[in-house]
């Protein structure tokens, strides 16, 4: 609750005005593109129809905004997140930080719409693909009014080698990628020890979108395999419901040296069914053959 002091010329003293503010969710949606849309390679609009695109529809939308309340365990939340558009045009003419310093005008420009009803309590952002950037550029601005970041979540962030976040906020990066089966040959030997096919191995395939690239800043980077998708799919399939207890793992997990075969590995303390990477760290993965 925010407490207000007003004064007035004819006002013996001052008055106190209690003004009760709420938590706002700002969703900060990433490219769409309307021809793209006709043959179902990207979301056709901006706003809450880019993300029933990749949910499937309004209930798994409003199930997905709930599950994001609980995870950043904050209390009486506006009744509708705040939608942004952090799209570029054409999905490549911006570079990650032209679109952070469009969000930071963006956010000057609108402060008064993007804080209505908010008073002394947080925002919290949720962003996928270009809109990370955007987002970044929004809580800067939001954070130089006085205003406070609780946390931002970055879903698939698109260029992320090419802006920051200023680390004042906590900061979540996710990135998914996908497993294929991949034919190898043993190496040829002879005409009458040809080279033939072995079993399949497993090989771990980074969202194609938006490569391996943690943004400078974020308190933790995380990359997982998001199974059942493909290259097509990956890409939008961090907008999910589950995709809060998947940050929730990435928070309190715990990466460990261990010696294996006389090399120093990485895993993870507790067990690793999902993980390829850590910040900076690939870990031990038994369904990964090929990282």
Request: proline share 3%.
């Amino acid at each position: 609750m925010a407490i207000i002091k007003v004064t007035s010329p004819q006002a013996v003293g001052s008055v106190k005005l209690k003004v009760t503010g709420k938590p706002k969710l700002i969703l900060v949606n990433g490219h769409w593109n309307r021809l793209l849309n006709l043959v179902n390679m990207s979301p056709g609009e901006d706003g809450e129809n880019y993300w029933i695109y990749f949910l499937g529809d309004g209930n798994i939308l409003k199930e997905f905004i709930e599950n994001a309340q609980r995870y950043f365990k904050d209390n009486n939340y506006q009744d509708k997140p705040f939608y942004v558009d952090g799209s570029s045009l054409l999905g490549g003419d911006q570079s990650g930080n032209d679109r952070k310093i469009k969000g930071y005008k963006f956010a000057m420009q609108h402060i008064a719409a993007i804080t209505k009803g908010v008073g002394n309590e947080k925002f919290y952002f949720i962003s996928h693909s270009e809109g990370a950037a955007y987002a970044a550029g929004m809580a800067k601005a939001l954070i130089e009014k006085g205003y406070k970041v609780g946390e931002s979540v970055m879903l698939s962030a698109d260029e992320g080698d090419e802006f920051t976040v200023e680390g004042n906020y906590p900061c979540y990066q996710i990135t998914a990628g996908y497993i294929k089966e991949e034919e190898y040959l043993l190496s040829y030997i002879s005409p009458i020890h040809p080279s033939t096919i072995k079993n399949p191995k497993r090989q771990f395939h980074i969202d194609p979108v938006v490569g391996d690239h943690r943004i400078q800043g974020v308190n933790r980077y995380g990359v997982y395999i998001s199974f059942n998708t493909k290259f097509e799919t990956v890409h939008g399939s961090t907008i999910d419901v589950q995709i809060f207890n998947i940050l929730k793992r990435l928070k309190r997990l715990k990466v460990i040296p261990q010696k294996l075969k006389g090399k120093t590995v990485y895993m993870i303390a507790d067990g690793n069914i999902i993980w390829h990477k850590i910040d900076n760290t690939v870990v031990v993965n038994k369904n990964i053959d090929i990282y």
